[in-house]
């Protein structure tokens, strides 16, 4: 069997069904095998950057590994920067690239580029197959290591000589390395001791993070949460964790979350993490972050906890398999749920004080469509029910701020890189892998610029995406940045050139729409939600609006400024 | 918290590219490599790693858990900490030696039992092996003498056995 045949056949086994990419001269092989292979659907992007996004959202939404293709050079290099993206939010992907012929390597070929080298502070782990014999057994390890243990991107590099080889096809069934053995179960010593530590709060918070969601966690953060009577908070990709409409969920936290969650971290006296990797813009100042609390840190990954603040109970592990631990050991003790209800009553109506004085708010103008409006109406419409991705920046803010994420998977966000440009395709990958589901990008006029060729590859693959443009004509983050730390010198963020999005939907056999009225909003959102085809709707929002509450950078999070 | 010098003793996948990873793990996070000694170990799909480097305790908790985080990395082992250990480097050192300190010269490598290694008309290359006191000694010595070359190896490091088992 050829190396190329091999790279399928590992496919198939894996259980891949979609592949995203684009061919070129080294890759030649693996796609003449493709054309053989009608159950493996592949979806030709029209940039290998959007085929390694589009690989991360189908990841993201369905939990299972993405893959994307591409040749040697510049298509190799077109997707580092979906897979530094990927990284930054342990997203499962295996990148595969085409490599010159190994006796090239080093020559400065023909779109020859050290893609390994390249991409090795940026991948979970990659390879570059030398030999023929070396590919089934690296096939089955990269698949392995994206999906298990922290999960990240694996890039194999497949050189045209290892493609067009002939050798022995044995794919393990399993496959174990010495060097690679990721903690699932936690010490029950540690677990014990998170417990002692609950029992004793009288102001504790629980924190979620992007881990939940990737071990599938929720439902014990759920558990956990209604039988201790917890206020839960989450970051960014912690969001749809737990229910954003539950009584007991204070939203997100950081640099844009909720006054009343900073507030009730800044005075919680056990703070128990699960899946978070406390980034700067959760903690803000890290010398203010929950000054009085002890933190009990559940994670996967050894290396997340002490990294940026210090922890009193360090627990690696699985956040599923540590959650059912802690649950069990909650269920031994046996104290009824009336007991942590009363326990932590007046911590509550703390918390309520600070939810009544400073709730999310926005001033309306009857001039102006406002973007939390737009936002708040579409979660209404859509019941929380749909998938909805984001670009970067002010539009993502308001996403999370707005859109009360009830489910794990729904929300589809580039959160530690911050990648302008990943919804859109990332909305391809999600729909491609949800067909049924709603799916919706929440764009902002200069993020949807930065793949918007991908609209031909949505409209290929007939995908009735949503692209919502919160179109206030500047780069409105960095805008924001300027109005308020640099008095209001707005250098480049206004673009002087905006394409007409409504015809560009047209051109490319889409459909397009502008609102520009806020009256306009409900019935516009209800009309294009019952479209089955790709729809771009053009929001022209309140050209300065900002995001608040804002805890400036480096300041502590209790230093908001609301508005 | 106080910064302090740690001796990693690190067994890697002998593949290609694992060093690289180890020292781009170094430079992307901001940390210091004071020496590095890679080798082939008894087992030799294993390479032997000694990485001398600094930091506060978070830092070097911070340094130990990056490396295992490596997929190619087996074991990492904080020699400094574990207590008891043997430290050896070893310097090859070419110094100037004319007529009037060629004598000199020679006594002191008798003294400190140093080999020399190669000899020319005006020059000796004197290897010398022992921790990182006696190498900066000898260094010293030799240094008004006129040193036109100096090449260390790095640190090498080994736990002791426990004595009374």
């Known amino acids: 069997m050829t190396g190329a045949r091999m790279v399928i056949e590992a496919l198939k086994r894996e259980g891949v069904e979609i592949v995203f990419g684009y061919p070129g001269g080294a890759i030649i092989d693996v796609y003449d095998e493709l054309y053989k292979t009608p159950e493996i659907h592949h979806v030709l992007v029209r940039h290998e950057q959007g085929a390694a996004h589009a690989a991360d959202g189908y990841a993201r939404s369905t939990g299972k590994v993405g893959v994307a293709f591409a040749t040697s050079g510049p298509g190799a290099t077109n997707t580092v920067t979906g897979i530094a993206t990927a990284y930054m939010d342990s997203i499962p992907i295996v990148v595969i690239t085409g490599q010159v012929p190994t006796k090239l390597i080093g020559n400065d070929a023909f779109q020859e580029v050290d893609i390994t080298g390249i991409t090795r502070p940026i991948t979970k782990h990659n390879f570059l197959v030398k030999r023929i014999e070396d590919l089934p057994r690296i096939l089955k390890a990269a698949f392995y290591i994206a999906r298990t243990g922290r999960p990240g991107p694996v890039l194999i590099d497949l050189p045209k000589d290892v493609q067009q080889a002939k050798g022995e096809f044995n794919y393990p069934e399993e496959i174990h390395l010495r060097s690679y053995n990721p903690t699932y179960e936690p010490h029950l010593k540690q677990i014990e001791k998170a417990y002692l530590l609950l029992e004793k709060a009288e102001r504790p918070v629980f924190l979620i993070g992007g881990g939940v969601i990737s071990s599938g966690a929720a439902p014990e953060v759920r558990e956990l949460a209604e039988k201790l009577n917890l206020p839960v908070t989450m970051t960014l990709m912690g969001l749809g964790g737990f229910p954003g409409d539950h009584e007991q969920s204070l939203g997100m936290l950081g640099m844009h979350g909720t006054y009343y969650a900073n507030m009730a971290v800044a005075h919680c006296d056990v703070l128990l993490a699960v899946g978070a990797r406390f980034d700067d813009r959760v903690t803000g100042k890290v010398d203010a972050f929950a000054p009085n609390a002890k933190i009990i840190h559940i994670d996967i990954d050894p290396s997340s906890i002490q990294k940026n603040v210090k922890v009193d109970v360090p627990i690696v592990g699985d956040c599923k398999r540590a959650l059912t631990r802690l649950l069990e050991m909650i269920k031994e003790v046996g104290k009824p749920k009336k007991y942590w209800k009363e326990r932590f009553k007046e911590w509550w109506e703390q918390i309520d004080i600070w939810r009544r004085r400073y709730p999310l708010s926005y001033k309306e103008d009857p001039n102006y469509i406002k973007p939390q409006y737009v936002i708040e109406k579409l979660y209404e419409l859509t019941k929380g029910e749909a998938i909805i991705c984001t670009e970067v920046g002010q539009n993502q803010m308001w996403t999370a701020q707005y859109y009360k994420f009830k489910y794990p998977r729904t929300l589809i966000t580039s959160g530690g890189l911050g990648t302008m440009g990943f919804g859109f395709p990332a909305s391809i990958g999600a729909q491609m892998g949800n067909p049924g589901k709603l799916v919706i990008d929440i764009a902002g006029d200069g993020s949807i610029q930065m793949n918007i060729q991908e609209l031909a590859t949505a409209m290929d693959q007939k995908l009735p995406i949503k692209i919502i443009i919160l179109n206030n004509g500047y780069l409105g983050m960095v805008r924001q940045w300027q109005e308020l730390f640099y008095e209001k010198r707005y250098s480049a963020v206004k673009f002087t050139t905006l394409p007409d999005f409504v015809k560009i939907a047209e051109a490319y056999g889409a459909i397009g729409m502008r609102i520009t009225k806020p009256q306009e909003v409900e019935p516009t959102l209800k009309k294009i939600l019952s479209m089955d085809k790709l729809v771009i709707l053009d929001v022209i929002i309140a050209p300065e609006e900002g995001v608040f509450p804002m805890v400036p950078a480096g300041k502590a999070t209790t230093e908001m400024i609301l508005v | ?165």
């Open chain 2, 1 to 165: 918290m106080a910064e302090r010098k740690c001796t990693l003793s690190v067994l890697v996948e002998n593949t290609p590219g694992a060093l690289a990873r180890i020292a781009g793990l170094f430079s992307g996070r901001g940390f210091n490599i004071d020496s590095l000694c890679v080798a082939e170990t008894l087992d030799p799909t294993l390479s032997h790693l000694t990485l001398v480097t600094r930091g506060d305790d978070q830092i070097i908790e911070q340094i130990i858990k990056q490396l295992r985080r490596l997929i190619d990395v087996y074991k990492v082992v904080d020699v400094t900490e574990e207590g008891d250990f043997v430290e050896r480097e070893m310097a090859l050192i070419k110094v100037r030696a004319e007529k009037e300190n060629r004598e000199e010269i020679y006594r002191l490598c008798e003294i400190f039992r140093l080999k020399i290694v190669d000899v020319s008309p005006r020059t000796y290359i004197i290897e010398v092996t022992g921790d990182k006191e006696k190498l900066e000694a000898v260094i010293e010595l030799l240094r008004p003498m006129g040193i036109k070359e100096i090449v260390r190896t790095g640190l090498i490091a080994m736990k002791r056995e426990k004595k009374n088992p």
